[in-house]
Nanobody, 114 residues
Framework: VQLQASGGGLVQPGGSLRLSCAASGSIFSMYVMGWYRQAPGKQRELVASITGGGSTNYADSVKGRFTISRDNAKNTVYLQMNSLKPEDTAVYYC?????????WGQGTLVTVSS
């Protein structure tokens, strides 16, 4: 599986961004898709995940502000980020997991600053 993330950029506090991650492969719907982030000097952390059936999980820090979704017909997972805060600044990575298979995208930088 190859993952291509896009949609990062510079946004002011309170603003919104939508990240996209396009995946190759024919069994996309079977993968648990996730968004992780890594801020400078910090460990990579899970932001949100979604199963093939649409069950979601969020980090407490983003609940109510971020929404993960997927379009299995387009092999794409999205992360809608609203009410962004400076502490959301990080490189965001797309992840695909199925059993022992685990794949990462290249990362997209999100900077929240005025």
């Amino acid at each position: 599986v190859q993952l291509q993330a896009s949609g990062g950029g510079l946004v002011q506090p309170g603003g919104s961004l939508r990240l996209s991650c396009a995946a190759s492969g024919s069994i996309f719907s079977m993968y648990v898709m996730g968004w992780y982030r890594q801020a400078p000097g910090k460990q990579r952390e899970l932001v949100a995940s979604i199963t093939g059936g649409g069950s979601t999980n969020y980090a407490d820090s983003v609940k109510g502000r971020f929404t993960i979704s997927r379009d299995n017909a387009k092999n794409t997972v999205y992360l809608q980020m609203n009410s962004l805060k400076p502490e959301d600044t990080a490189v965001y990575y797309c992840n695909a997991a199925l059993g022992r298979r685990n794949y990462w995208g290249q990362g997209t930088l999100v900077t929240v600053s005025s």
